[in-house]
């Protein structure tokens, strides 16, 4: 049974700042997925890793995925405000669903 | 942008009671789905759905459960007899295949009194 794990699961930090978060899986799999949740909200993809060393970059946000390691990481650069959500990833098992991450909730404070 | 969209956004309804939550999906998506999400908690998955069938069901998926795509439209997830449990945010999702990404709807917010 594939496995998910985030950490942080609670990340509380300055604007301004800079921190990494991180999710682990437990089998193969070579396409992750990072979603944002606001509280009461669906969910919104940010980004669509496909591939070993695929590398994705937003504004402040930017993806990294190491399917050797089974490893993606999500990287805040300079945090403001508006980034406070929960952010969840997410790993497909070949095509038929996801296994989602427990949630890392971000707050950026002023 | 083409978004997912779910009916109703909030119901409520007695414990025993059959509900249906509709989704309609994008057009090009080929692949369907629907998770949930207890407050607070992990978005789980509950089916998935293709070519008019069911491809994968979790444990949470039992005979409770059904899901439909009656008009080659609309996918319905229904819930035959409702328990307290049940009581969550429902997600439909969809997606082309190949390396695109899920679009989630807006979801269902289920309360089971």
């Known amino acids: 049974e594939l496995k998910v794990e985030q950490n942080p699961l609670f990340l509380s930090m300055q604007e301004g700042k800079n921190y990494t978060i991180y999710c682990n899986y437990s089998t193969t799999s070579d396409r992750l997925y990072w979603y944002r949740q606001d509280p009461g909200k669906s969910l919104e993809s940010l980004f669509v890793?496909?591939?070993?060393?695929a590398v994705k970059q937003e504004g402040r946000l930017m993806a990294s995925l190491d399917t050797k390691a089974r490893l993606s990481t999500l990287h805040i650069t300079a945090a403001v405000h508006d980034l406070s959500a929960t952010y969840f990833c997410?790993?497909?098992?070949?095509?038929?669903?996801?296994?989602f991450g427990p949630g890392t909730r971000l707050s950026v404070l002023p | 942008e083409p978004e997912v969209t779910q009916t109703p956004s909030h119901q409520v309804t007695q414990m025993g009671q059959e509900v249906i939550l509709r989704c309609v999906p994008i057009s090009n998506h080929l692949y369907f789905y629907w998770y949930r999400q207890i407050l607070g908690q992990k978005v789980e998955f509950l089916v998935s759905?293709?070519?008019?069938?069911?491809?994968?069901k979790s444990e949470i998926f039992d005979d409770q459960f059904s899901v439909e795509r009656p008009d080659g439209s609309n996918f319905t997830l229904k819930i035959r007899s409702t328990k307290l449990e049940d009581s969550a945010m429902y997600f439909c999702?969809?997606?082309?295949?190949?390396?695109?990404?899920?679009?989630f709807g807006s979801g269902t917010r289920l309360t089971v009194v």
């Open positions: 890793l496909l591939s070993n060393g």
């Open positions: 999702a969809g997606r082309q295949g190949g390396g695109y990404g899920y679009t």
């Open positions: 997410a790993v497909d098992i070949a095509g038929q669903n996801f296994v």
């Open positions: 759905f293709y070519n008019n069938e069911i491809s994968e």
